[in-house]
């Protein structure tokens, strides 16, 4: 009898699991499977159409555009808000292209252009540059998003990189609404000055009174100027050209420096490949800025017409 007893317990164990392997088998594993590729599946349509949809503004395209693309005839432009707002591309001509980063400081036109040297190009390259020295800012972590698991992304990236950032479509989360915004702005339908141009967000001079209170000076970043002049060194065949984009002349009133921001620009020009335009002071009206940095669309028309002339003037 104990051992009739002992079969009979054993079957009723054994009923419980095989049902589950059962259910593992016919529902839990096609489950899984079916969520895996549709979560896939979403996060390749997502990142293909939306986070790197070719719209102008679109920081996250850029980034993959330099480490994917060669371009053999494009004129590349590196830089920060300055440059996204102050270059019109189609204007300056057909091979340019504007990789401008908003809230993107010289690390990161410093990455644009090692990528850039990579490639065997023979075009100039132009690159916005600040008065008040080569200085670090990455910028927003969605621009890097797509490619977290380049090293030297990575590596720019800095604090802002995280594990999540490896993971398909989960590296997106709390980015999706921005790079659908980005998308959205890039339609047809949608005009050319909403995508690089912020609006309005105050009379201009507002901007010049808060300038007036807000003195700035020149602070070069010994890390980047020891980078970009080890670069300078190793890659001459390229033409470099330095461009500085308007400031309103109200940001000269407070600017402490001067003297030199005009030296370093000197220093840069010892090198036989590199060329600085210094279109700082160029007078404009108060018409032709969002505020004391940036030009409007009307302001990035009229500097780019103007740099058009000046790039083609070999004096």
């Known amino acids: ?18 049902a589950f392997y059962r259910f593992l088998q ?37 980034v993959h555009r330099i480490l994917t693309e060669t371009h053999p005839d494009e004129i590349p432009i590196f830089g920060s808000s300055r440059a996204n707002g102050s270059f019109i591309a189609n204007i300056l001509g057909k091979k340019y292209h504007n990789y401008g980063l908003d809230g993107a400081f010289d690390n990161v036109s410093l990455f644009f252009l090692k990528e850039e040297l990579k490639k065997n190009k023979k075009t100039p390259i132009i690159i916005e540059l600040g008065m008040e020295g080569l200085n670090p800012s990455t910028g927003n972590a969605m621009y890097y998003l797509p490619h977290a698991s380049n090293p030297s992304v990575k590596a720019l990236m800095g604090d802002f990189y ?30 050319q000055t909403t995508l690089a141009w912020s609006k309005q967000e105050a009379p201009i001079e507002e901007f010049i009174r808060a300038r007036l209170k807000m003195p700035t000076v020149f602070r070069n970043d010994s890390g980047l ?3 970009l002049d080890t670069i300078l060194r190793a890659h001459t065949t390229r033409k470099i050209i330095f461009v500085i984009p308007p400031y309103h002349s109200a940001y ?46 009307e302001g990035a028309v009229r500097f780019s017409t103007e740099l058009r002339f000046l790039l083609n003037d070999p004096s």
């Open 252 to 297: 000269f009133t407070t600017f402490e420096g001067e003297k030199e921001a005009q030296a370093y620009l000197v220093f840069l020009t010892t090198f036989s490949h590199v060329r600085v335009l210094d279109c700082g002071h160029f007078s404009y009206p108060n018409s032709l800025f969002i505020n004391t940095t940036h030009l409007n669309y």
């Open 162 to 191: 995280k594990p999540w950032h490896l993971i398909p479509l989960v590296k997106y989360y709390g980015y999706t609404e921005a790079y659908t915004d980005i998308y959205l702005k890039s339609l047809p339908t949608t005009t």
């Open 26 to 62: 016919r529902f839990l594993l096609p489950f899984l499977a079916i969520t895996s590729v549709s979560g896939l599946f979403a996060h390749w349509a997502f990142e293909r159409y939306i986070v790197l949809g070719k719209a102008t503004a679109n920081g996250a395209y850029k």
């Open 1 to 18: 009898m104990e051992q009739n007893n002992s079969s009979t317990s054993n079957s009723r164990q054994a009923l419980p699991r095989q």
């Open 225 to 227: 100027v020891k980078a």
